[in-house]
């Protein structure tokens, strides 16, 4: 249900500013005006980014992962931030600037290499040919299909040089003397020799290239080394996560917004109407001067607070997925939580199936501890899970297997979708035509209570009339569940008039002229096939009961034909088809069930009455990444 | 092999066939969009993946109708059914529908998947949004499945 939420001010004094934040942050009472915490810029602060880069550093490095590994605190714990915390992830920045560093030094080394590397020939260092004054080197890189011709000319041209292969191609260094430098520069020409620059170098470069090898041996055993003090601090991981998330409701504490007087400090916000005193009771006891101001006269929208039962919770996060109820409307959880809950069920509707999903998301919710909204769709599964369990007693499975083949003396009371796919079929469409009429009783509560009695009798009780008289009348025709009966059927034939009657002649209440009046008349009519498109959807619970049940059944079939082949052996690939199969089947069963249980609440339940676009009522709270629970001290 | 179980097995074939088809070009349009999304939100794949498997069950209906015509015609246990060739032809129209339906619907499904896909890589909250426009186009291969097993149940 939706509890009404009132717009005050509090009046605090500064100084006790801090210890009415935590216990407000605490207790969730308070939402804070226009203080988003989710995307705000105080998750920018320098301490949290680093932070965060160093727990990606440690999780990298974290090998021997427990996936079952949560982190509890207790109030005192979080509240409080202790000095040395930071060390740690100081010294973790620090061993990965110095990693940093010896990379970058590597990295140089290398470059340097690669340069060094075609002129390694060379016997004497660039730094002394550069030196000599008397005369020019110069080096050149010649295609290596020339080398003979080059050899010749040099040594006709009699010129001190030096020469080597690397990477398909000569490296030439040569004395430049003035005499024969035309000849030269000829001879250069015809091999396509480029000119190239000596790289700096004091050393001869094969010297070089040794020492700067040693160098880099040695860097990247000191890199090692830190890489082995940085996994020594991995065990530090949960303190450093814890400290972020204490980083992170410090500056929430820091960043609330208020406006501030001489003596005062006003902070504007929504409260709970039910939790007023609560409130007053937590303020009393945490400050020693506040006021509560009621602001009456505000046209701001307030935002929508729910409250619902431990059952009805979990689903609200469907809902909100789709649109947050706003203040005006009735909250529509209570109700279609129970619709979502049985059309999962169906869908899955295999006891086995249902089994696994129960344990599967208690074990999750116990040892993962997850927050948030994932927790409550884990809770929607959990909770959805004994619906599965319930549908496949009626239709007598598990994991694909019928009851009558385990146990061939059972009663055929069964109901299957392999086996009566048209019964099913009008189950379901029972079904949605009941679902589609509790969303218009919705819709007509709402107009009534708006005023609009007229605009309730064409839109909703008319069709309530149409669906609930057309189910009896179409009962009474098959005379399936009772002898077909003439007054019956008249009866029904007449309340069905009724509503048409409501359609033509109340839907054109708001029209000027006669034209338009019979125009929206007929026009209402109209939306019986829209009705009749929502009724034919509810067919998907059908379809989707049957193909997870066939291909449970498929997979246990093919397991069944090939464990006796090979003597023996097949019974080995018999257990992996059931395994991966079985867990394939049940994974494409379970995101059938939650998308399209999500769609006939969003299309055709919610269609016909829901209006959403509220927000939510999010006190002032702790604000967790990391920490899984805070736990009572 | 009587002609009759022979067009059964061409429905059973058509039946799989065009729906693994459709579930595969849905697939790939989708998965094209996730790498996308998840090589600059890496943090997003579990909504992204979910949306991604959306077009994969137009596959898996074809595959039910193809595993029940071969069921029901006998083909399964090895020892066919002495069907009479209008029965063959009534196993073939079932795959013929429920192929084409689940073709369409399958192929378009990805594409809707891909840009609900993309909408959820700007803002990761719509994601569940976007499943619902997805799963609009899904109705169509689920109507195609429930003809089909309408037909099956009266050949």
Redesign the interface.
Known sequence: MIVPVKRINLVLLPEEKNAVFLALQKEELFMIKGFNVENHSLFNSDQLVKTKKVIKILEAENKKKNPFETISVDYQTIDNIQHNEFKVIDEVIDIENKKADFKDKIQRLNDQISTFIPFAFLSISQEKLSENELITFKAYKIPLEKKEFISNALLNLGLEHEMGEFDKAIYLVVAMIEEVSQDLAIALQAVDAEEVQLPSSALKYSDAIEAHKKNIEKFTAEMGKLDEQIKGLVKDLPQIKTYYDKEVNRLVREHVPFKQSNHFIVLEGYVREDQMSKLEQVLASHATTYEIEPVNDTKETLPTALKNNKFVKPFETITD??SVPNTKEIDPNPIMSVWYWIFFGIMIADIGYGLVLLVGSILFIKLKKPRGNFKKLLQVFMYSSISAILFGLVTGSVFGIGFREIIPSLPDIFISPQDD??TV?IASLVLGALHIVTALVLKAILMFKEGDVLGALAEAVSWILILLAGLVFVADMSSIIWPSNVIISYITLGFIGLGVVFIVFLSGRGSKNAFGWILKGFGGIYGATSYLSDL??Y??L???A??GG??AF?MN?LAGMIAPALYGVGIIFAILIIIVGHVFNFA?SL??AY??G??LQ??EFYGKFFQGGGYAFKPLGYHLDYINEIKEN | MEMGVALAALGAALAIGLSGAGSAIGLAMAGKASTGVISEKPELFGKVF?LQ??P??QG??G??IA??ILLNVGL?GGNPLPLTEPQGWAYLAVGIGMGISNLASGAFQGMMSGSSILMTGKDA?L???G??MT??I??YA??G??VS??IL?GI
């Open positions: 997925s789709f796919p048209l079929l034919l959807s067919s998907r059908l379809a989707l049957l193909s066939v291909i498929t079939l494409m995101l059938s998308v399209h999500g769609r969003y299309l | 979910v498997a959306l994969a069950t898996i209906y595959f039910l595993i029940l399964l909250s994601s569940t949004r499943m619902t799963v609009m899904e109705t689920i109507l499945l429930l097993i309408l149940t």
